[in-house]
């Protein structure tokens, strides 16, 4: 069973989210999705309209996902690819080469993102009306 592992804050779920899960999990069998908590993302300066309890049921529910875990620190990848016998951890480009030091310890795919949407977008979109 080829494990596949991706990281991310899905916050206003959208189709480029959706999209990143589906390619990711069509890399393997089982998708394991780590949903930065709250936390973790005011380190990462992002402030998210969806709380993190919630971003993880809704990203629970997508079809492709298997198991959903919380995202509260940088270092954990490593921890997770061990603990989770992670075959693939999949990045959107946007990512490109920032994660290819864990290649030493399995596959390491950037997919590209979906052009023309974002959550910063809808945001801003949302403001403008
Ligand atoms: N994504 C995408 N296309 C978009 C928007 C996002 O493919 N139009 C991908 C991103 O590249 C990422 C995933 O969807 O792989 C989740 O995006 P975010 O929620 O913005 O995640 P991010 O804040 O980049 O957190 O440790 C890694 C971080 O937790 C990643």
Known sequence: M???????TFDLFH???L???????ELGDY?????????FNAL????????DVDRME???AIRYVDKVIPETSWEQKVKDIQKYNVDIVVMGDDWK???NDLRQYCEVV????TVGISTTQIKGDLKGK
């Not at 999209?19 to 999990?25: C, D, E, G, M, T």
């Open 44 to 51: 990462k300066g992002k402030k998210c309209e969806i709380c």
């Open 15 to 17: 189709i480029g989210h």
């Open 19 to 25: 999209n990143l899960l589906r390619r990711a999990k």
């Open 110 to 113: 950037y997919l590209p993102r």
């Open 97 to 99: 080469g920032k994660f």
């Open 2 to 8: 080829r494990t596949v592992i991706t990281y991310g």
């Open 58 to 60: 809704i990203v629970r």
């Open 31 to 39: 998708l394991i999705v780590a949903v930065s908590t709250d936390e």
